[in-house]
């Protein structure tokens, strides 16, 4: 026996539930586009300085902007560390470090910047500027990138701040090397060149942090959805119509 004939307002219903459905399978590709995992992390330095040992906790907070096939990383200490007995003038300290690269890649990336701009009062805590330099990738996949030494020069001598907490990442980026996933090209992750580029580069604001290619792909991938399903409920209205007919 056929069944009852369905009512058109029904099959609006129906069909107005299948765009809904097809909404939510884009809107869920949307939400699984992956992002990158920044955190504030509480650093101990235990410094070995010209005048005995040092130890400062300072919130070191790592952050990137994609450029091509690389990531621009910017370290950045919320406190002091170390001191001097005596005052340091004007462009009198230099700081640098290293950023450790750990997940899916490994190595270091040199990172440093411009020379104090103000005094330095004695008996006070060293603000760090911001230190810059350039990664990337050797290999596909999630990266991490935790705090390492920090060195300080000044007045002829050399301070070298090594954390012994072993701190968290500050950093996670899910990176794609130049070659394709898994690929890997000889050379560190960053090379002491690029660490030389100034925290005052052309006012950068850093508004981003990490990779933009696979949410623009994840975003595309759901618009398809999204019209995919609205074109199987234009097709089926435009039938029930002819069937009416």
């Known amino acids: 026996m056929r069944g009852r004939p369905v009512s058109y307002r029904t099959y609006q219903k129906r069909t107005a539930a299948l765009a809904f459905a097809a909404a939510l399978a884009g809107s869920a590709v949307l939400t699984a ?18 005048i005995g040992d040092k130890s400062a906790v300072s ?10 096939s ?10 002091g560390v170390s001191s001097s007995p005596v005052e340091l003038g004007k462009g009198a300290m230099t700081p640098s470090a290293v950023i450790k690269v750990g997940g899916a890649d490994s190595g270091t990336v040199a990172v440093s910047g411009a020379a104090n701009a103000a005094a330095i009062p004695a008996n006070t805590p060293i603000k760090i500027n911001d ?11 999630k990266v991490t990138f935790t705090a390492g030494v920090l060195t300080i020069k000044a007045l002829g001598t050399t301070t070298t ?12 980026l899910d990176v794609t090397a130049a070659g394709g996933p898994g690929s890997s090209t000889s050379g560190s ?16 604001s850093l508004p981003q942090t990490g990779p933009e290619d696979s949410v623009i792909a994840l975003g595309t991938l759901g618009g398809t959805v999204l019209l995919a399903g609205a074109a ?11 069937v009416r007919r």
Do not use: E, F
């Not at 992750?189 to 950068?204: F, L, W």
């Open 59 to 68: 919130p070191i907070d790592i952050k990137s902007v994609k450029s091509g």
């Open 189 to 204: 992750s960053g090379s002491g060149s690029s660490g030389s580029q100034s925290g005052t580069d052309s006012g950068d």
């Open 70 to 79: 690389a990531y621009k990383l910017t370290m950045s200490w919320q406190k």
């Open 33 to 50: 586009a992956p992002a990158a995992q920044a955190a504030v992390v509480d650093v101990n330095y235990q410094c070995k300085t010209p």
């Open 161 to 172: 701040c090594t954390p012994s907490n072993s701190p968290g990442p500050s950093l996670t």
């Open 232 to 242: 199987g409920v234009l097709w089926l209205t435009r039938r029930h119509q002819a």
């Open 131 to 141: 230190l810059s330099g350039t990664y990337t990738p050797k290999k596909s996949g």
